[in-house]
């Protein structure tokens, strides 16, 4: 597909065929490598999935979920805990921009590299750990509930914040910069009065991108304790009430189902 | 400036030092105050809670114990080894999803309907690409996670559930993305196939497979490169793997073993990272 997309006249000659050959043969040798590496390396019970026992063990669990669980007292903690999930994935998202907007005018390319080159591996370490492992890791610090996970999606958010604010400063044009700078505006007023309103739109969709993808990690995060549906659907699958799981299972996925029609049609009004 | 000035020469020039636009800016700060509120009340957001004397004492001596990290041999060895089961759970995981996607994407996309030719496709097989996607949608609505959670009630703790979350929430992303790829493709030579009456594996070879061999195999490799770092997130749930082993370690506060994972996993995730950088790069 790409080949036929020639750039150049250097291009339109025929490619080193062994060497490109090879190197795909390579490639794929190594990879099916690899997959019969795992599959043989790892002990999977494939025969106790598809053993008679397991097949009924199975149905016997699918079979508790019904039927969910849908008394006024359960419902009630159920909305609750969705409300919560929203509010964690709100909060950590708008703490995550603020911070990510800090760290990013010492990471973006503009400033010096005695500064950059820290905060970068700082936001590449923030970025690298999963939310999840930052909730489990906070839990020491902030204890059970909603605060952990709160704190767990700024951190991770903060690293992807920040790495994209960085480049979206590095991209505003810099005219008005120096024009304000020429004035003799202050480089906070240059920032506030140049360098912002120029990536603002940029910010606010990236902001609200990670948004969306928080509302779906804030609803799982709760497994390791740190609030909202997932610590309920932990904690009701723990004591094994399986109309009560099924109840947050539902809502987890209609939450979810819901985030993502409200983000295509955003992006259809958005666009059109 | 010069312009506003000379439109209203009754009133004193404004002040170079006033922001024109104070008052919404200040309007849209107390509002988001006001909006703010309810979700730190609603998250229990009390920051100050982690500077009490107890709670700061057992952070700074599980904290402490990151230095140094841990680096027995015994404990070495352990860690790669879990390493290794976490790459395998992924790959696993990825390599059974490719199996489950691709007949799933090539029922799903119209790009192979035979009914359409002549125009509006057929009933039939309308509902039934739409009930191949609406399980496609089910299958990655439902978080891997929750997945992992549920299998790990029925075949027990151990990289079976991982594998098997990973490959049922990937199969349906892959489907659906490799269904919108094909539908990318250029349609004539498709069409010009099916319409001679070839049938529709063979269209699907001859015709989008070449067009789209480079981007479903980047997209494939993009996925793997997500599933590692996903499977070691569902270790926390005992799904196998340097997840299981951080958890464990994490839950005995044990900061030097936690350190040195954590270190391992940003390395393993920037090794696949750029692995899977590189095979998409020269793929194009």
Known sequence: MSQDRGVGPMDSLPPGLIELRARAAWVTLAALVLVFASFWSLDLHWRELWSRESAAAMARF??????????????????????????????????????????????ARTHSARWRVPTRMLLNALRAIPELVWASLLLIAAGLGPMAGTLALALHTTGVLGRLFAEAIENAAPGPGFALRAQGARPAQVFLYATLPQAAPQLLSYTLYRWENNIRAAAILGVVGAGGLGQLLFYHMGLFQMARTATVLLAMLALVLAVDGASYWARRAMTR | MAIGSGTGLAGAPPSPDRDPAWGGRLAWLLASILLLWPLLVMTEFRPWQMLDARSLHVTARFVGGFLPPAVSLEFLARVARETWRTVAIATAGVALALLLATPLA?????????????????????????????????????????????????????PTSGVLAIALTYGGMLGKVFAEILESCEAHPTRTLLANGSGRLQAFFYGLLPQAAPELTSY????????????????????????????SSLKMLAGNEVATMLLVFIALVALADGLSAWLRRSLR
């Open chain 1, 62 to 107: 699918l079979a508790e979920f019904f039927p969910p669980d849908t008394s006024a007292a359960f419902v009630r903690r159920v909305a609750k805990a969705t409300g919560e999930t929203l509010a964690m994935s709100a909060l950590g998202t708008l703490l995550a921009a603020l911070c990510g907007l800090l760290l990013a005018l010492p990471a």
């Open chain 2, 106 to 158: 090539l029922v799903a996309t119209t790009a192979l309907s035979v009914s359409s030719l002549a125009g509006r496709m057929a009933l039939l097989p309308f509902l039934v690409r739409q009930a191949t996607r609406a399980a496609m949608v089910a299958l990655r609505t439902v978080p891997e996670l929750v997945w992992a959670l549920v299998f790990v009630r029925v075949v027990g703790l151990g």
């Open chain 2, 220 to 247: 494939a490799i993009y996925r793997w490169e997500c599933a590692i770092r996903s499977s070691v997130v569902l270790g926390f749930v005992g799904a196998g793997g340097l997840g299981q082993e951080m958890d």
